[in-house]
């Protein structure tokens, strides 16, 4: 079965420090894409950030960077500058063939002003 | 570009009713995808739509079916409801021309089933 794993059930940051949240997953494939989505209370889906497997460089996006250790199959997001606009529920998530998503049960993220 | 865009916003059902939810994807997309969100069960994967075909498909029972039109707008179809079909219902669109492209959500259809 694939699945993703996201160990943090909820996470608090202070506005303007920085917050890992935590993701590993599990495949034998060796070609996937790795995703990072956002949900506001308006439970709109929001991409945050985009991996694709074969590259080793970790993707960054302004404030956001993952750390991508693919013999570990680990795939952190790092948020730097925390801003209140951030706080959201954050899944883990991974193509392997087509178009189908696999999430984990995310990370309830809450910035402390 | 106007967004992934989902109609209608909320509903409310009853058991043994059935439920068609609507979903145009962005201009020029012509995937899209379909996902229910439960507490309980997260986000599952219901099926995929490209070109008017179901190129793939989740592990959902036949009540739950979908189709999609030459304009690239997707209907789902819920019958026969239960109260476990009680959910988010998230609809997402992409190019469809690549496998891993970036995926736009829509904000979603409540189904609340009494």
């Known amino acids: 079965a694939q699945t993703v794993t996201q160990s943090q059930p909820e996470m608090s940051v202070q506005e303007a420090e920085t917050v890992t949240l935590s993701c590993t997953y599990d495949?034998?494939?060796?070609?996937?894409?790795l995703f990072w989505y956002k949900q506001p209370p308006s439970r709109q889906m929001i991409l945050v950030i985009r991996q694709e497997a074969y590259k080793q460089q970790n993707a960054t996006e302004n404030r956001f960077s993952v750390n991508f250790q693919k013999a570990a199959k680990s795939f952190s997001l790092k948020i730097s500058d925390s801003q209140l606009g951030d706080a959201a529920m954050y899944f883990c998530a991974y193509i392997l063939t087509g178009n189908q998503f696999y999430f984990g049960t995310g990370t309830s993220l809450t910035v402390i002003p | 570009k106007a967004g992934v865009t989902q109609t209608p916003r909320y509903l409310i059902k009853t058991r043994g009713q059935q439920v068609t939810l609507s979903c145009s994807p962005i201009s020029g997309h012509r995937s899209v995808s379909w996902y229910q969100q439960t507490p309980g069960q997260g986000l599952q994967f219901l099926f995929e739509y490209f070109s008017e075909t179901q190129r793939n498909k989740g592990n959902f029972p036949g009540r739950f079916s979908g189709r999609q039109f030459s304009n690239s707008r997707s209907e789902m179809n819920v019958s026969t409801l239960e109260l476990g079909d009680s959910a988010l219902y998230l609809c997402?669109?992409?190019?469809?021309?690549?496998?891993?492209?970036?995926?736009?959500f829509g904000p979603g259809t409540r189904l609340l089933v009494l």
């Open positions: 997402a669109s992409s190019l469809g021309q690549q496998r891993g492209e970036t995926q736009y």
């Open positions: 495949t034998s494939e060796s070609d996937y894409y």
